[in-house]
């Protein structure tokens, strides 16, 4: 299954739009005093739109990787000109110093956190000749991020589960991606640690019971794929024969979850948990033998889940529209 220039097309045109959205808006905000009551295009000059901060980070993240994969976008204009827009020095200190607010230690963490390292990857990543100059507006609020990253999985004395913004799994894949992107040995060694402490010893994960009524990741598959990256290769395949022994049989894990409400915000997710789980599906299946059961088993599923989630993604219901595109172009993705 690959995407067509028009469906990506179409991908890209949800955050264009939603990304320039102010309202509705759902905001995480500490206020300090009552100057600190402003809207959100007030509070996040760049990270406004989408509904949510998170959201509006890899919105940029979607816009970058599409315009640097498929060069005959038809909105390649439309997005540059979303970055000059936005990415300003002014702007992105006005983030940064949002962060670094008192009361503020916990804010985006580690979902959004996790994002604007890859949305940095990708700026990294892509050939635009402005792509550069926008990533060094946004780079002292990578390495805040970074720097807080250290302090916050050491203290994490046990993983977070559950299948929303918390994850831990989720955030330490993405981090650990940027980590080796750049080759920075410190942040990898530090991810890999506290993976291998949270999970190197799960076995007969108990899956049955996802997915959660709002979830929109797979605890069992996201902690999967990330231990796909941190071990070496025969090491994964022991360590997920022994974490999913018998995945064939796990009926609730292997098909798609059933989406009751487009409409509402927080079912809505279950799209998004179909089409995640389909990235972890395909990405997992990749790391194992081909003649392993298990690989064949999690390709059909992936397929399912795709044909599941990806009718839902341009609906006309901003509750998916203003971030699912963003799972959709993982699930549907053919680059390692």
């Known amino acids: 299954m690959h995407l067509t220039l028009d469906q990506v097309s179409a991908f890209v045109r949800l955050p264009l739009r939603s990304l320039r959205h102010e309202y509705p808006n759902h905001i995480m905000h500490v206020l300090n005093d009552a100057q600190d009551a402003q809207t959100p295009r007030a509070l996040h000059p760049v990270f406004y739109g989408c509904y949510d901060w998170h959201s509006a980070v890899h919105g940029y993240w979607l816009l970058a990787r599409c315009a640097r994969l498929y060069p005959a976008l038809p909105q390649q204009d439309e997005i540059a000109q979303m970055f000059d827009d936005h990415f300003t020095a002014a702007n992105m200190q006005q983030e940064l110093a949002y962060f670094q607010t008192p009361g503020r230690v916990s804010f985006e963490r580690p979902y959004g956190w996790a994002w604007i390292m890859a949305l940095a990857q990708e700026l990294e990543t892509w050939q635009h000749p402005k792509a550069k100059a926008w990533l060094a507006m946004m780079e002292p609020l990578v390495a805040e991020i970074r720097s807080r990253v250290f302090g916050y999985f050491a203290k994490l004395g046990y993983a977070i589960r559950v299948g929303t913004h918390y994850n831990s799994a989720f955030a330490l894949k993405l981090i650990l991606d940027f980590a080796r992107h750049r080759n920075d040995a410190e942040l990898d060694s530090a991810i890999v640690t506290a993976s291998c402490r949270y999970f190197m010893g799960d076995s007969n994960y ?115 529209e203003h971030w699912l595109a963003t799972f959709a172009m993982l699930a549907m993705e053919t680059v390692n």
């Open 206 to 320: 108990s899956a049955h019971y996802e997915p959660g009524g709002d979830e929109f990741l797979s605890a069992a598959l996201t902690e999967a794929l990330l231990m796909a990256d941190v071990l070496e290769a025969d090491v994964f395949v022991d360590w997920f024969a022994q974490y999913l022994p018998k995945l064939a049989d796990i009926d609730r894990l292997m098909n798609p979850a059933e989406v009751s409400d487009h409409s509402d915000p927080k079912i809505a997710h279950l799209n998004g948990l179909n089409l995640s789980r389909a990235w972890c599906m395909k990405r997992i299946a990749r790391r194992l033998p081909e003649n392993d059961p298990a690989a064949a088993t999690l390709t059909a599923a992936a397929r399912r889940h795709i044909e599941a989630g990806l009718p839902h993604v341009v609906s006309g219901e901003y509750a998916g």
